[in-house]
């Protein structure tokens, strides 16, 4: 018997207006209260919006978890269902998709490196230009994972989706890593061409009007519109990565979110010592097989699913080995030039 869907946004588009509603309120205590000076984010801060944003999306888990328990049974659709078991299904399934949108999400924080340097933007205004980047994040992943849970219902994309993972994670463990050029990106290239550029940062502001009248853009404004293009770049691994775990668009959703969400914190917290773990893109080249193959095989040769709790235990320790293997291994040195 296959199981409908346990939250369908036609009966519940108010949940999912409340959770946006709260994300936005939070946001905008972020900015508008809690950093809204330009400093440089040190390393305690860091630590404590880190832990923040964690403990916070646990509780929704778990929040999450109880709200399943109470409503399920509510629902004629479900009868005769094992409901309690439906909701530890769900509140697995958040974590689990937490874990590896958390962990596909370490990648962005190499491109925030480079996007930084090569545009001199300071520390000071680092935070806000990851703020106004993670909020277009968001506004793009629910536009890829609205048309997911639409493409998920067809099993040939199903197909699709995993042997791209798949082919994406070969290409994480096998492929020479090619370096990142903002000033060869064509997007970038083409808003130079169109759009009157300042040649040095004008504070934290992304457009200035100059005394001839004319409007600017600053070089904060076209980091932040490479740190969006990078983010629908990651975004086309990670949401089907999340779908090959769950087929719940709010599980989908608010996971994303959440993982989202700590990245700024992240970033600030990892961005110095992210050399240290260099064999943590193995570890995640790995992850992306498995969800791949989840996709295309192991759910159809278990029934439909493939367990929940397999997938996070697999999933935790080829991340936690690859963590640990980067700290007791040494990176080989490049030869000298």
Known sequence: MDVPLLFPFADYWWFYGLFTLGVLVVLALDLGVFHREAHEVGFKEALGWSIFWVGLALLFGWGLYEFAQYRLPLDPRLAGLDHLALAKQTGLEYLTGF???????????????????????????QHRVLFWGILGALVFRII????????????????IFGAFLILTGLKILFAPEKPIEPEKNPVIRLLRKFVRVTPKLEGQAFFLRKPDGLIYATPLFVGLVFLELSDIIFAVDSVPAIFALTREPLVVFTSNVFAILGLRAMFFLLAGVMHKFHYLKYGLGLVLIFVGLKMVWLNDAFGGKFPITWSLGIIGAILSLSIIVSLLVPARRAPAA
Do not use: C, R
Not at 99 to 125: C, H, M, Q, R, W
Not at 153 to 158: A, E, I, L, R, S
């Open 99 to 125: 874990v590896v949108e958390k962990s596909l999400a370490v990648d962005n924080i190499f491109v925030f490196v480079v996007v930084f340097t090569y545009f001199g933007i300071p520390a000071k205004y």
């Open 144 to 159: 890829f994972i609205a048309l997911g849970s639409v493409l998920m219902q067809y099993h040939w994309v199903v197909w």
